[in-house]
């Protein structure tokens, strides 16, 4: 896992430099999921293929800027999934971004998820690296990652963010949401999933969802590289996930690499509210 974990820091630097003056400009390709790829979609996913081809450990690289698994070492065991820039349409906003990484023993399946990491590339440069508990690491003055703290749910919070079009969205998901701001939540959505789920994972709680909608019944955000790490980030903090259905995201099974659901994660608190809520309708 080491290995793996000093692989991707490389990866992030690397990215991190790259968006310091960058080219915010689109290509004339689509990926998988029917996206306009930005040329920095492309150049991040490059830059993590380049670098992680070199590490013996990885079997395969799932990523979402490729339609198809590249397979590396088949003696190895590991299969890395990521999101190599999540959140670039902001990118021309100058808003924060990031990567999102799933490390996989043998075969993609939320079960055998050992490790998630995600970086967050903004005034500073975090990277927060999940097996038992997520630890923050910041890119200090010596160019090393420096460990600054473990990351913990608190039983509920505050935060409230979520995602699609709302006159698409269900009668249930938007009364579900109401409920959320008449108790006093507040609205927090900047569009990056990794900036919207690290605000709610730094102030300790709240809810992050990105419903069924009519346009996208099942969702827009990807299982494997974008759902399950950081459903395995936010459970190890000590909350809760869902699909609006099942007790956790965890549970889910997916054949396609490119699979999508509709997703909650936060504190228990709301996560046990969303699935009474459910069963009420
Ligand atoms: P990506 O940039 O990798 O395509 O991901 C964008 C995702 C996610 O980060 C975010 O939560 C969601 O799309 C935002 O979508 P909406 O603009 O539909 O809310
Ligand atoms: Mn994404
Ligand atoms: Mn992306």
């Known amino acids: 896992m080491q ?7 490389k990866a992030v630097l690397n990215i991190a430099n790259e968006l310091k003056f960058p080219d915010t400009g689109y290509q004339s390709t689509h990926n998988a999921t029917g996206d306009t790829q930005l040329k920095l979609d492309v150049k991040s996913d490059m830059i993590i293929t380049e670098i992680l081809s070199k590490c013996k450990n990885i079997k395969a690289l799932v990523s979402e800027e490729k339609p198809e698994a590249l397979e590396l070492n088949t003696e190895a065991k590991y299969i890395v999934a ?3 820039l999540d959140g670039s349409s902001l990118l021309d906003v100058n808003f924060a971004v990031g990567s999102i990484f799933g490390i996989y023993e043998e075969k993609m399946s939320a079960k055998n998820l050992k490790m998630a990491i995600y970086s967050i590339y903004s005034a500073r440069l975090e990277l927060i690296i999940c097996t038992d508990i997520p630890k923050l690491y910041r890119l200090n003055h010596k160019n090393e990652f420096e460990y600054i703290k ?6 509920k919070g505050k935060i409230n963010a979520t995602g699609g079009t709302q006159k698409n969205w269900s009668k249930t ?7 959320l701001f008449d108790e006093g939540y507040r609205l927090r959505y900047s569009g990056a999933m990794v900036s919207d789920i690290h605000q709610i994972l730094c102030k300790g709680g709240g ?3 990105y419903p069924a909608t009519t ?8 299982a494997f590289f974008e759902v399950f790490p950081f459903a395995y980030i936010c459970e190890k903090a ?3 996930t869902s699909n609006g259905i099942n007790k956790s995201l965890l549970e ?17 608190y709301e996560i046990d509210k969303l699935l009474s809520f459910k069963a009420e309708q």
Request: charged share 20%; net charge positive.
């Open 215 to 222: 346009d996208a019944p099942n969702g827009k955000l990807r």
């Open 252 to 268: 889910l099974e997916f054949s396609k690499p490119h699979s999508t659901t509709p997703c909650f994660f936060g504190s228990s």
């Open 173 to 179: 998901h938007a009364s579900f949401i109401k409920s």
């Open 207 to 209: 809810l992050f969802s």
């Open 3 to 9: 290995e793996i974990i000093s692989h991707i820091q």
């Open 82 to 84: 990521y999101d190599p």
């Open 238 to 240: 000590g909350g809760k």
């Open 150 to 155: 473990d990351l913990k749910l608190s039983q």
